[in-house]
């Protein structure tokens, strides 16, 4: 039974539109405040009241960082193909508070953290495991919780409008509300952590995600919500393979009549084609004795697949060494940014006599510059491009200048932290770190709409969702993968102590920008071999392609 059928408040046909505007952007400003208000300062609270080391603080903040990142995909997955957009964000935001409640607690009972450090002593005692415990199961909560929330909110917001232009028109304020929240969150929250208690600023998190709970769940009456999940298109993806794997000695057709189409509700075959690229995919396609029922449905949905889930699946591998790139060109933000908060510890934050920048809001000039950006994106670079060059730039072109940015931002990084490690007559003014972050800023207001842009219009339309979140998906696998790279630097190298300024954090940097470099090769060969989709020329009924086909 249809869980809206009892409401009837509201008649369904009354239902979505701008009505419901001030509830998803009013539950995004909640989240958004309550997640960003407690990872933007999570290393300092590691270090000061769990006693970790630095780097190994660093460390957990990117897994962190990374679950956040990656829990979008999982939640547009199981939106999509399982329970709905409406549960999954419901879910996940009890889940949120779960965590951020226990993160509250360790702040506020002191047997649930180590005691702290003896004051002139290095000598620091360790969380015990109850105390890991805790703190882990926290950390993971909100990780779940807030990545799970993020994204699926989002397309439940898109789904509320018919109209194209009101959908953009919702995207642009949905996404200004993040970038402004995570502002707020990055430094008045992060302000109350430092300046009167972690408890009180923790319990500030805990109020913004309940309030955007209830305003969330205020809303139900006005949603609507007919997108009902269908099954996982990745199943269809995974019979493509099987069925590949059963057909591999089955000569190929060049007939469209051998290749099975699904119908439509009139029973009629759905138009598709098969392209000559991967053509021993095609096989999954071709009908053999067996596989489809006299009324033309499928009796073995793992031996036969339709036209279409076959062309779905070349999509993803065409589209691989682009998303395999864009990983690359992330991982040097991700280390990056835990770096910098690093340096900012060890440099004088002080703007006047008595305020202090706090060391885990300095990367909300990134976010400051990126909204700042976007727009200028728009409004400038795209049409100086085209009075330059008589086109609008193409997906990859945006992505392209932001990869040029990255290897800038880390270069500039190397070069004044080079130079602190070089002054002997005090601390150097945390404002040398603006530059490096305003550049990564305005890098990432051109990769990563640009890979929205490209992903949306390459990806299956079954998988656009999917396309969306992916992108988070692979700010999160950076956040691991970075986590790795310090963690083998640390390993073979002397260039990250405990104590930065006894390291070469400027080694580092000039190691990303060389990666950066050969990165944005590989990306320029990706791209210049790269066929879109719609271009590449399909095998039809009158294009006699016996010798391509039969060649496998």
């Known amino acids: 039974m249809d869980p809206e059928a009892n409401d009837s408040t509201t008649h369904p046909k009354s239902r979505g539109n701008w009505v419901t505007f001030p509830f998803i952007t009013g539950t995004m400003i909640g989240l958004t405040l309550a997640g960003v208000g407690y990872l933007s300062n999570i290393i300092v609270y590691l270090i000061e009241e769990f006693n970790f080391q630095s780097i190994s603080a660093a460390q957990l903040s990117n897994v962190v960082s990374g679950g956040n990142n990656v829990f979008p995909l999982v939640g547009a997955i199981l939106a999509d193909s399982f329970f709905g957009n409406f549960s999954v964000v419901t879910i996940t935001s009890c889940v949120s508070f779960l965590g951020l409640v226990l993160l509250v607690l360790t702040a506020l009972l002191q047997p649930l953290r180590p005691p702290p450090c003896l004051p002139a002593s290095s000598l620091c005692k360790s969380p015990s495991y109850f105390q890991y415990t805790v703190l882990y199961g926290s950390l993971i909560l909100t990780s779940i919780g807030f990545g799970g929330s993020r994204y699926t909110l989002a397309t439940m917001g898109a789904n509320q409008f018919n109209k194209s232009e009101d959908q953009t028109t919702f995207f642009n304020w949905f996404f200004f509300t993040l970038y402004s929240s995570s502002v707020i969150g990055a430094t008045a929250i992060v302000f109350i952590q430092e300046d009167v208690s972690w408890a009180v600023g923790f319990g500030v998190c805990v109020a913004a995600n309940f309030i955007g709970l209830v305003v969330f769940l205020v809303g139900k009456r006005f949603y609507k919500r007919d997108d009902k999940p269908e099954g996982s298109p990745f199943t269809g993806l995974a019979r493509v393979v099987s069925a590949t794997v059963k057909k591999r000695h089955v000569e190929l057709s060049s007939r469209c009549e051998d290749y099975y189409c699904e119908k439509d509700e009139k029973g009629h075959d759905i138009a598709g084609s098969l392209t000559k690229s991967f053509r021993c995919l095609n096989r999954a396609a071709i009908?053999?004795?067996?596989?489809?029922?006299?009324?033309?449905?499928?009796?073995?949905?793992?031996?036969?697949?339709?036209?279409?889930?076959?062309?779905?699946?070349?999509?993803?591998?065409?589209?691989?060494?682009?998303?395999?790139?864009?990983?690359?060109?992330?991982?040097?933000?991700?280390?990056?940014?835990?770096?910098?908060?690093?340096?900012?510890?060890?440099?004088?934050?002080?703007?006047?006599?008595?305020?202090?920048?706090?060391a885990g809001s300095i990367s909300v000039l990134v976010l400051i510059t990126n909204s700042i950006t976007v727009p200028l994106i728009d409004r400038i670079f795209n049409p100086c491009w085209r009075l330059l060059t008589r086109k609008y730039p193409t997906p990859f072109q945006i992505v392209g200048v932001g990869h040029v940015m990255n290897v800038v931002s880390m270069v500039v990084s190397a070069l004044v932290e080079s130079r602190r490690l070089k002054l002997t007559d005090g601390q150097m003014p945390v404002t040398w770190l603006f530059p490096q972050l305003i550049l990564v800023g305005i890098g990432e207001a051109f990769h990563f709409p640009g890979q929205v842009s490209l992903y949306y219009k390459e990806f299956p339309v079954s998988l656009r969702s999917t396309g969306t979140a992916i992108i988070s998906f692979i700010i999160g696998v950076s956040f691991y993968l970075s986590t790795g790279l310090i963690a083998v630097v640390e390993k073979v190298t002397n260039w990250l102590p405990d104590n930065i300024n006894e390291g070469r954090v400027d080694n580092v940097y000039c190691v990303m920008a060389g990666l950066g470099v050969i990165n944005f090769v590989y990306y320029l060969i990706c791209a210049h071999l790269y066929t879109y989709q719609n271009v590449e020329k399909p095998i039809t009924k009158e294009t006699a392609l016996v010798s391509d086909m039969t060649s496998e």
């Open 287 to 358: 009908k053999t004795e067996g596989d489809v029922k006299p009324d033309g449905s499928i009796a073995k949905p793992w031996r036969i697949c339709s036209v279409q889930q076959v062309e779905d699946f070349k999509t993803l591998i065409r589209v691989f060494p682009i998303w395999s790139s864009n990983i690359l060109v992330a991982i040097p933000i991700a280390v990056q940014l835990s770096l910098t908060v690093l340096q900012a510890l060890a440099m004088d934050r002080h703007f006047g006599k008595h305020f202090q920048i706090p």
